[in-house]
């Protein structure tokens, strides 16, 4: 078995509309908010988890390659040829079946740059808050009557830097890597522009676009964006 290289994926992603990613609700004031969004527990920023820019993508892959679990759960197996697993990960007992090798994409926290931290910083300035509260209404289908609801949601415009890596191996008896970057990873972050990440998309939350997509040195932004999904 022999690491032939290691992809590095880097970039921007601009939130086009407000974005929630829900955070702790363990140390809520009274007549604070209770639904809250994620945020580093150090220095109070938010920010975007890795774990939701990847589950995302795995969410929408499996359905991309007809992988949903029947019982609706996370798609894990044992074939040595998977990319859905080989890609994101599988369950420890299928991991030990396959002998297919460590998961191949690694996807890290997305931070604010600089421009929009200074940004979230003069918007809580002139506010007394650096998000935006989102009000809805679900209506009762027979009294009419409102049941308000309000989230919270970082604003539109603000940008992220995000990095990931991609491990491409050979040599794994019964392995075929075969085009799994190109047809699950690029393919996944296509489907991230069409879909959204966080809670709420189909209301209108979280969809996003990427001012840059670079893959070891060179610009693929144009050629994401015209992958069929």
Same mark, same amino acid.
């Given at each position: 078995?022999?690491?032939?290289?290691?992809?590095?994926? $880097?970039?921007?992603?601009? +939130?086009?509309?407000?974005? !929630?990613?829900? *955070?702790?609700?363990?140390?809520?004031?009274?007549? *604070?908010? @209770?639904?809250? +969004?994620?945020?580093?527990?150090?220095?109070?920023?938010?920010?975007?988890?890795?774990?939701? =820019? $990847?589950?995302?993508?795995?969410?929408?892959?499996?359905?991309?390659?007809?992988?949903?679990?029947?019982?609706?759960?996370?798609?894990?197996?044992?074939?040595?040829?998977?990319?859905?697993?080989?890609? /994101?990960?599988?369950?420890?007992?299928?991991?030990?079946?396959?002998?297919?090798?460590?998961?191949?994409?690694?996807?890290? @926290?997305?931070?604010?740059?600089?421009?929009?931290?200074?940004?979230? /910083?003069?918007? $809580?300035?002139?506010?007394?808050?650096?998000?935006?509260?989102?009000?809805?209404?679900?209506?009762?289908?027979?009294?009419? #009557?409102?049941?308000?609801?309000?989230?919270? !949601?970082?604003?539109?415009?603000?940008? /992220?830097?995000?990095?990931?890596?991609?491990?491409?191996?050979?040599? +794994?008896?019964?392995?075929? #890597?075969?085009?799994?970057? #190109?047809?699950?990873?690029?393919?996944?972050?296509?489907?991230?522009?069409?879909?959204? &990440?966080?809670?709420?998309?189909?209301?209108?939350? *979280?969809? &996003?676009?990427?001012?840059?997509?670079?893959?070891? *040195?060179? @610009? +693929? $932004? @144009?050629?994401?964006?015209? =992958?069929?999904?």
């Amino acid at each position: 078995m022999i690491l032939k290289e290691i992809k590095d994926i $880097k970039g921007i992603i601009k +939130i086009k509309t407000g974005l !929630r990613v829900g *955070g702790s609700t363990e140390n809520i004031e009274i007549g *604070g908010n @209770d639904n809250p +969004i994620i945020r580093n527990p150090l220095t109070g920023e938010v920010y975007i988890p890795g774990s939701s =820019i $990847k589950g995302k993508m795995r969410y929408l892959t499996e359905w991309l390659e007809g992988s949903v679990d029947s019982r609706g759960k996370v798609h894990t197996c044992s074939d040595k040829n998977c990319g859905v697993c080989n890609t /994101f990960g599988r369950g420890a007992e299928d991991s030990k079946k396959a002998m297919s090798g460590p998961t191949r994409l690694i996807v890290r @926290d997305a931070y604010l740059t600089e421009d929009s931290r200074k940004a979230l /910083f003069e918007l $809580k300035a002139r506010t007394g808050s650096d998000t935006e509260r989102k009000y809805e209404n679900n209506i009762n289908r027979l009294s009419s #009557e409102a049941m308000p609801r309000d989230i919270e !949601r970082i604003p539109a415009g603000m940008e /992220f830097e995000f990095n990931m890596s991609y491990k491409v191996f050979e040599g +794994i008896e019964g392995v075929t #890597e075969g085009n799994n970057f #190109e047809n699950i990873v690029l393919r996944g972050l296509k489907a991230l522009l069409l879909e959204g &990440i966080g809670g709420g998309v189909s209301r209108g939350n *979280g969809q &996003i676009e990427f001012v840059k997509l670079i893959v070891d *040195g060179a @610009d +693929i $932004k @144009d050629k994401v964006e015209a =992958i069929n999904v």
